[in-house]
C-alpha cells in the first residue's frame, strides 16, 4: 500500500508549470530528538506534482501561492526526471487546501470592538482549546474500527453538545498519531464534529 504523505506549511517557491501540470516546492524540519548514535535529520524538500483543476479548486495562482499556508496530501512518486523535481521527493498531490492562520493581536483587538453578528459567526476562525497543537481537516482522521464498535457515554456526549452550541467550538483537541492521523482518544468529539459538520477541528498528538 502506498505511504500517504501530508505537507502543511507556505511554499518556498514559485509555481512553475509543465506540459501537463504544475510543480512547486515546500519545505519540512526533520525531527531534533534522532536516537543516540544516528544523525538527526535536516530539513527535507518536497517537489509537489499538481494539475490545474486542483489549483484552482483550491484558489492557489503564481501571485498567492507563496503567500499562503496550506496543507498537500499525496504520494510519493520516483517516475519523474530530476529537472521536474529539484525537491529530494516528488509528491504527487491527491487534495490541497489552504489553512486559515492566526490573527495577530493587534487584529484580534480590532475585531473584538466590533459588534458582533450572528451571520459572522460561520466565519470566525476554529477557536484554539487548552491543549492544542494543530488544526487539521477532519476528514484525515482515521478512526480504528475498536471506536467504531463502541458507544460513547450519553451524558458525557451531551455535555460537549451543550458546549458547542453555546460556543461553536469543541472544548477539547482531540488526540491523534502524529504520522498516521489515527485517532487515540477523543472519538465523543470527532463523532460531535461530523454532526456538526466542522472541517477544521483542533488536535494534540500522541505522546
Known amino acids: 500500500m502506498p505511504h500517504k504523505i501530508t505537507l502543511t506549511g507556505k511554499p518556498v517557491s514559485s509555481l512553475r508549470q509543465k506540459e501537463t501540470y504544475y510543480t512547486f516546492d515546500m519545505e519540512e524540519n526533520g525531527s531534533p530528538a534522532a536516537p543516540k548514535g544516528l544523525p538527526k535529520s535536516s530539513t527535507i524538500t518536497y517537489t509537489v506534482f499538481i494539475n490545474q483543476k486542483q489549483l484552482k479548486k483550491a484558489g492557489l495562482t503564481e501571485e498567492n501561492i507563496q503567500t499562503q ?22 509528491i504527487v498531490c491527491f487534495q490541497v487546501s489552504i489553512l486559515t492562520e492566526k490573527k495577530n493581536s493587534t487584529e484580534s483587538s480590532k475585531v473584538s470592538q466590533e459588534p458582533v453578528k450572528n451571520e459572522v459567526k460561520t466565519e470566525e476562525k476554529p477557536k484554539d482549546p487548552e ?3 494543530d488544526f487539521i481537516l477532519l476528514e484525515q482522521i482515521s478512526v480504528p474500527e475498536a471506536f467504531l ?3 460513547p457515554n450519553p451524558e458525557k456526549t451531551q455535555q460537549v453538545v451543550d458546549y ?35 472541517d477544521l477541528v483542533p488536535v494534540a498528538y500522541e505522546k
Do not use: H, W
Not at 69 to 90: A, H, N
Not at 166 to 194: Q, S, V
Open 69 to 90: 499556508k496550506i496543507m498537500v496530501q499525496g504520494e510519493p512518486t520516483l517516475d519523474v526526471s530530476v529537472d521536474d523535481c529539484p525537491g529530494e521527493i516528488g
Open 149 to 151: 464498535n463502541s458507544r
Open 164 to 198: 458547542v452550541k453555546r460556543t461553536g467550538f469543541l472544548d477539547e483537541p482531540i488526540t491523534i498519531n502524529r504520522d498516521t492521523k489515527i485517532l487515540t482518544d477523543g472519538y465523543r468529539r470527532y463523532i460531535l464534529a461530523k454532526k456538526v459538520k466542522l
Open 131 to 133: 491543549g492544542t497543537e
